[in-house]
C-alpha cells in the first residue's frame, strides 16, 4: 500500500494560537481521507473526515487538494485539551483498509 | 451501546509462546479490521474480516500470523512462536459496513510485550 507522509512535530505552542498541519498521500486513487487523534497510549479517534470543498467543525478545518494530493488540518485557538497526536489518514482504493501516516505530535501549552 | 472490545488489554509473553487477542465489535457491526502500531511507528493495517470470512489479509505477515471471525464470539488474531519484534500494540476496529463510507471505530488495543 502507498504511503501517508506527515511532519512529525513536534509542534509546541501557547494556549489561543492557531497551527495547521499538513499531509500528503501518493495513492492518487484513495477516495476517501481523514484526520484522527490518537492520545498517548490510547486508540485512534476520528477527528474529521475531509472533503475537496473543504470543512470545518467548530475549530477545527480540514482541506483536500487533489491536484497536489495535499491534505490540512487547522486548528484555531488552541487550548490544553488539544495535545496529542493527529494522524492523516487515507482509505484504500478497494475502501478497506485505513492508511495512516505516522502522526504531528501537537502540545499546547498555557 | 458498548463500544469496540479487546482484551486482554495487556499480554506479556516469552519468545516462543503464542498470543491470542480478542476483538468484540460494536453491537450491530459486521466488519472488523486490525491494526498493529509498532513503538514509534504509525498503525498498519493487517486484516478485514466478516463472519466467518477473510476478506483481505495483504498486511498479515506471511508466516506466524493468523486471524478469524467466527460465527459466535469475537474475532481473534493469533500470534505463534511469539518474537520480540513483535512487541506492539495491536488495535481491532469495527464498522456496520464495509468502510467506504462508515467511519471504523476503534477498540483500546491489546499492548503485547515480547520477553
Known amino acids: 500500500r502507498k504511503e501517508v507522509e506527515q511532519d512529525p512535530g513536534p509542534f509546541n505552542v501557547p494556549e489561543g494560537a492557531t497551527v495547521a498541519f499538513n499531509c500528503t498521500y501518493s495513492?492518487?486513487?484513495?477516495?476517501?481521507f481523514f484526520w484522527y487523534r490518537q492520545d498517548c497510549r490510547k486508540e485512534p479517534k476520528l477527528l474529521m473526515s475531509?472533503?475537496?470543498s473543504g470543512n470545518e467543525d467548530g475549530r477545527f478545518t480540514a482541506q483536500l487538494n487533489r491536484a497536489s494530493q495535499y491534505i490540512s488540518l487547522l486548528i484555531r485557538d488552541s487550548k490544553l485539551s488539544d495535545s496529542a497526536t493527529y494522524l492523516c489518514?487515507?482509505?484504500?482504493?478497494?475502501?478497506?483498509?485505513?492508511?495512516f501516516g505516522k502522526g504531528t505530535t501537537l502540545s499546547v501549552s498555557s | 451501546n458498548a463500544g469496540v472490545m479487546q482484551n486482554p488489554r495487556h499480554l506479556v509473553r516469552r519468545r516462543g509462546q503464542e498470543a491470542r487477542l480478542r476483538c468484540s465489535p460494536m453491537?450491530?457491526?459486521?466488519?472488523v479490521y486490525w491494526y498493529r502500531q509498532l513503538p514509534e511507528e504509525g498503525l498498519k493495517f493487517m486484516v478485514y474480516l466478516q463472519k466467518e470470512n477473510i476478506i483481505d489479509e495483504s498486511g498479515m505477515p506471511k508466516e506466524r500470523f493468523s486471524a478469524e471471525f467466527p460465527k459466535e464470539g469475537p474475532s481473534i488474531l493469533r500470534i505463534q512462536q511469539v518474537v520480540r519484534g513483535d512487541s506492539a500494540a495491536y488495535f481491532c476496529?469495527?464498522?456496520?459496513?464495509?468502510?467506504?463510507?462508515?467511519?471504523?471505530?476503534f477498540g483500546p488495543g491489546t499492548r503485547l510485550t515480547v520477553l
Open positions: 453491537k450491530g457491526h459486521s466488519h
Open positions: 489518514v487515507a482509505l484504500d482504493q478497494a475502501g478497506t483498509a485505513l492508511i
Open positions: 495513492n492518487s486513487a484513495s477516495q476517501s
Open positions: 476496529a469495527s464498522s456496520p459496513d464495509q468502510s467506504s463510507y462508515n467511519e471504523q471505530f
Open positions: 475531509v472533503y475537496s
